[in-house]
């Protein structure tokens, strides 16, 4: 991993009442999100995690992709 893709931008979300740090990496889908801040995603609860629909699509490049990543939901794929 080059030293561009190490880089990370630390953020805290906020949901409800709680606070959670979380840290964005250099990729084109985290530049996508943070040039959107601040940004609010109405969420559902539910037993183990919280779901929301975001209005529009992010920016995604392939080359991003890790082989951790390959696990996350692409629609259409």
Do not use: H, W
């Not at 995603?41 to 629909?53: A, P, R, T, W």
């Amino acid at each position: 991993m080059s030293q561009d893709q190490q880089k990370s931008t630390e953020v805290i979300l906020k949901v409800g009442q709680k606070e959670f740090k979380a840290k964005f990496n250099n990729s084109t889908t985290a530049k996508d999100v943070l040039s959107k801040l601040p940004y609010t995603v109405n969420l559902d609860q539910y037993e183990y995690d919280y779901c929301g629909i975001i209005p529009a699509p992010l920016a995604f490049d392939e080359a991003d992709n890790t082989t951790a990543d390959q696990r996350r939901y692409l629609p259409g794929r």
